[in-house]
Nanobody, 125 residues
Framework: QVQLVESGGGLVQPGGSLRLSCATSGFNLDDFAIGWFRRAPGKEREGVSCISGSDNNTYYADTVKGRFTISRDKNTVYLQMNYLKPEDTAVYYC????????????????????WGQGTQVTVSS
């Protein structure tokens, strides 16, 4: 059974940091690209960062470039978030895709093979 379980969300002050984890099971993580997506209240879901399975190519949305870092280790994919802003407040989801034309395409489209349940990130003073 395929599972993606996010953790690490919470409340943090502007300028602070959080590290999100996406624990995967039921499939070979090396075969899949993994992406982090977020949905803020009243907004469309946005691809934040994605990492490929075979060669660790990465993609970052312009809104997080230079502040967020995606990485993977064994069966877990991480999103290190630094210099957080109030506009980063959202529910963050990880998703897995087996076939994708490019890592950028992985991040800018919403149709994925598997999704996690999400973790809330709130940036507020």
């Amino acid at each position: 059974q395929v599972q993606l379980v996010e953790s690490g969300g919470g409340l943090v002050q502007p300028g602070g940091s959080l590290r999100l984890s996406c624990a995967t099971s039921g499939f070979n993580l090396d075969d899949f690209a993994i992406g982090w997506f977020r949905r803020a209240p009243g907004k469309e879901r946005e691809g934040v960062s994605c990492i490929s399975g075979s060669d660790n190519n990465t993609y970052y949305a312009d809104t997080v470039k230079g502040r967020f870092t995606i990485s993977r280790d064994k069966n877990t994919v991480y999103l290190q978030m630094n210099y957080l802003k109030p506009e980063d407040t959202a529910v963050y989801y990880c998703a897995a895709d087996l076939f994708y034309p490019s890592i950028q395409h992985m991040c800018i489209t919403s149709d994925k093979d598997y999704w996690g349940q999400g973790t809330q990130v709130t940036v507020s003073s």
